[in-house]
């Protein structure tokens, strides 16, 4: 075979795709990680993501053809959409002249087939009827897409977005005539008439964006996306107003309730705000509950602004000190440190009265949706205070400090659970049976019999059991 380019597959679709050179379908708060990565599994040719106008962008391409699971199920799509999309043309040249799929490098460019060889799939296999060619497309695109699950965040449903890549009923003659059928009929609704297994009809741009897309996967599947802050930004009007504040104060700090706020939001606010504006910030002054999320800690190693971490004890197990604690700090801030502009972190309507008593200083204040009353909005609004919502910033800004948190908090919960000591159980099981052993002995036995034949089994149910399999 002879290797040519992606842009093979781009010429062969060339005819089908209408020019977006002049059209932009960008917007700010959108984001296009993950229509930008379902673009490249489906095929959809390269000059798309090299048109800065529409939503795939390059990077992502770029990013996943180095990738060798996820070229091979880019050129298995590439190849079905083009077999799809020729096929009787490719029959007629079979049946009346001759040709073999090979041969016929105008309708699957060689380049595909030739890529995929040297990822170790020869897909081709010497099949000159075009159905059965569909037929071993689809099921290496059955059996090889999970391959890809890693390149999608976890809280995307897997199942929902691996069955886009699956023709119904692919590996028979009516499932594929029947898809073959709609894919005709509907061709005008298919994102870049590329083909996918989708209940087609005029969505327009079903990969406009991230927003756009997992909404609609979740619709296709009479489901409910819910949390859009995973897959946009806020505006850059609420952006403008935050760096507009920030600019306009001569000392600026973040104050945090970290008991009535979210760590992770926050964290993806700050790093989805521009670094260099947020340099005028001082510090971040956290003040934390015992009560609060273990995250927190976290924070500092996650943002690049300093960060001042102070746990506040509790007096009172059901009595929290920390709203106490913000207001004579940012008293003291106010009238010591001569900072004149807080960002205040915290959803708790109790801190009006501290805005009250400090009458001279600026406040900007950051809230969570369900957390925030619509007393407190309704105040700041009347006394011209502006306000945001943190968890309306992209959320995937903070998945990495969730990830960390969440692996911290389950290494101690685990060493908690199997709080265990082999020595103390091999002595209680000498006792009981009645069998006596030197040190020596014992120790020997722990290293060569014990330590081995331990073994952890999960059940469905999640049950955890710590089990010996030395025994019969």
Not at 183 to 190: F, G, V
Not at 222 to 249: A, P, R
Not at 278 to 293: E, G, M, P, R, T
Not at 400 to 406: F, M, P, R, S, V
Request: charged residues 25%; contains cysteine; negative net charge.
């Amino acid at each position: 075979m002879d290797f040519t380019s992606d842009n093979d597959f781009s010429n062969a679709l060339s005819e089908y795709l209408p020019d977006m050179n002049q059209i932009s379908n960008k917007k700010s708060g959108d984001h296009y990680e993950i229509v930008s990565k379902v673009a490249y599994l489906l095929g959809i040719p390269k000059r798309i993501f090299d048109n800065e106008h529409e939503p795939p962008m390059i990077d992502y391409y770029n990013e996943l053809n180095k990738e060798k699971k996820a070229r091979i199920i880019r050129n298995l799509c590439s190849a079905r959409t083009l077999l799809e999309r020729n096929f009787k043309r490719i029959c007629i040249g079979i049946q009346q002249e001759g040709k073999s799929i090979m041969s016929m490098p105008e309708y699957i460019p060689s380049s595909i087939l030739q890529e995929l060889y040297n990822d170790g799939i020869d897909i081709y296999k010497n099949i000159s009827d075009p159905s059965p060619f569909l037929f071993n497309l689809n099921q290496n695109i059955k059996s090889r897409i999970n391959n890809c699950r890693d390149f999608f965040p976890d809280w995307l449903d897997w199942d929902y977005l691996s069955n886009i890549f699956i023709m119904p009923d692919g590996m028979s003659q009516q499932g594929t005539k029947n898809a073959a059928e709609f894919y005709y009929s509907n061709m005008q609704y298919y994102p870049y008439q590329v083909y996918m297994n989708w209940p087609a009809k005029d969505e327009g741009n079903i990969l406009y964006s991230d927003l756009r897309f997992v909404t609609l996967l979740y619709e296709w599947n009479n489901d409910e996306f819910s949390n859009k802050s995973l897959v946009s930004d806020v505006s850059e009007n609420t952006k403008g107003n935050i760096y507009k504040f920030i600019e306009e104060s001569d000392k600026c700090i973040f104050i945090v309730d970290c008991e009535n706020s979210d760590p992770y939001n926050l964290c993806a606010a700050i790093r989805n705000l521009d670094a260099e504006k947020l340099s005028k910030i001082d510090k971040i002054i956290l003040f934390d509950d015992v009560h609060a999320a273990s995250a927190w800690q976290l924070l500092s190693s996650y943002i690049d602004i300093p960060v001042e971490y102070i746990l506040i004890e509790r007096l009172k197990d059901n009595k929290s000190l920390a709203d106490m604690k913000v207001a004579t700090r940012t008293c003291k801030e106010f009238y010591l440190n001569s900072v004149d502009s807080f960002v205040l972190v915290s959803s708790d309507s109790d801190y009006w009265g501290l805005m009250q008593e400090l009458p001279q200083a600026n406040f900007l204040v950051m809230v969570e949706h369900d957390k925030c009353s619509y007393a407190l909005k309704e105040t700041l609004i009347n006394n011209n205070i502006f306000y945001c919502y943190i968890d309306d910033f992209y959320a995937g800004g903070g998945e990495d400090i969730k990830g960390e948190a969440l692996k911290r908090q389950l290494s101690r919960s685990f060493k908690e659970a199997f709080n265990v000591n082999l020595n103390t159980i091999m002595h209680d099981a000498l006792a009981k049976t009645r069998i006596e052993m030197s040190e020596d002995e014992i120790n020997n036995f722990i290293k060569r019999k014990l330590k081995n034949q331990l073994k952890l089994e999960i059940s469905d149910e999640g049950d955890v059991e710590l089990v010996y399999r030395g025994c019969k």
